[in-house]
């Protein structure tokens, strides 16, 4: 036998000897603390534990076999014991009741409608899932009740017909199970989208459904591991995210430490491996580049964000500070009312936030188009299922009417927006066919030696008194704007103006 193997059963078998294990809570056996409740197959174990470097004591549920102790899911999150007195047992009205000490004010209970006590029992099945059953009818199960920690099979959303809600909450801190700032939900606002809160404000968004996967996690466009599928209809809206292989062991975590975290069991290292984290990059962040802006990582010298087509900075100056948050506005002095406007194509992105958006699942992309166009007040369209493909080139019209919030590019990801832009815009764009990725680098690199060479020109000025030229608010708007042929103009005027300063 393998000496590393050998040293993992040993030590379960120490741990078992001062504890009772049980594979079923009925009215006639209870979980005191000191024993466990232990899944069919040794997957999973229930107990009572206490974090680290605390004293409290809480009902959790962890990998039995993994010897760092990783909790998936806790009962008395915020009503924590101070001892050892705890007894997890079957209430006279046959639910799941903790209590402690003197037995007469409950800390947790599974609070469900049933027949009488003699017919419950709880079991821990190898998925993870806590259940509670009458008569082979489950009444109460933990998978609806997640806490920072999602399972292979779990289910979370909204069942529209009982009203329950299923999300996830971060911890409060590695040490304290209580709940958290970080919520992990699927927003069902408008067209629905999953998104993670800090408290009652967006942090990160995922995004919508595109009919397989995510918009704003790519990643799950290339896994090899996860089956994932998405319901909204009468009944609920919910997601779920299953893996192929039965032998690995993955988990989803909202992490108090500000991100949504996936790792998988190295079983030869015998350590957790990260394998995906959000958000990571600044783009990622909620609104990073403000409204009616785009962010792309993949821009040189970290500009990121850009104004949509038809689009200027709301404050130049703050823009070109690098300050994103204000974002943009649309130009002055233009119409996009029946005076020759269209749709300019922004592809391979995160459509904007859906909260705020106007589905019809009934028309496909050109009569999503004609919907937009007769509302002066549309500002933008895109597919709801982009991935779903249908006559039309994908099912469902999304349409915004406000800013729009959230855009992130991606290079090989994403879905394709249509912004509304006034004519002239317009025949700029199907003149040169838009602004290319060369040029958006073009861009960035002839702004950064402009902002070099700029610095030792201001430099000079002010030595000898003279006020900063105008110059510098036209490069300001033309970087902002990301107009090729005027960046190209300038670096011709600057060069002028360079050659006549003393």
Known sequence: MDSAKWLVKAMLLYQLSFSSSLDAITPQHSLRDGDVLISTRHTFALGFFSPVNSRYRYVGIWYHQILEKTVVWVANRQNPINDTSGTLSIGSQGNLVLYHKNHIIPLWSTNSTLTHSKYSTARL????????????????????????????????????????????????????????????????????????????????????????RWVGVPEMKRSPLFNYSFADNDEEISAICELRNASIISILIANETRKMQRFIWNHQDRRWAKIWSAPEEQCDYYGHCGPNSNCDETQVFDLECSCLPGFEPKSLETWSLRDWSAGCVRKPNVSVCQHGEGFVKVAGVKIPDTAVANAD????????????????????????????????????????????????????????????????????????????????????VVSVAMIVSFAFFLVRRRRRGNQIPEIWNTYNHVIATNTIDQVYDLCRDTKMVWAKTP
């Open 125 to 212: 099945l190898d998925s993870g899932n806590l259940i509670l059953v009458q008569n082979d009818t489950t009444y109460w199960q933990s998978f609806d009740y997640p806490s920072n920690t999602y399972l292979s099979s779990m289910k979370i959303g909204l069942n529209r017909t009982t009203g329950l809600n299923r999300f996830l909450t971060s911890w409060k801190s590695p040490n304290d199970p209580g709940i958290g700032n970080f919520t992990y939900i699927i927003d069902p606002t408008g067209f629905p989208q999953l998104c993670l809160y800090k408290g009652s404000v967006k942090f990160w968004r995922g995004g919508s459904w595109t009919g397989r």
């Open 361 to 444: 699942m009934r028309l496909g992309l050109k009569q999503c188009q004609h919907k937009c166009m007769r509302n002066c007040s549309c500002m933008a369209y895109a597919t709801a299922f982009s991935e779903s493909i249908g006559p039309n080139g994908g099912t469902g019209c999304l349409t915004w009417y406000g800013d729009l919030l959230d855009i992130k590019t991606y290079r090989d990801a994403g879905q394709d927006l249509f912004v509304r832009v006034d004519a002239v815009v317009l025949a700029t764009y199907r003149k040169k066919g838009g602004v290319s990725k060369k040029q958006m680098v073009a861009i960035s």
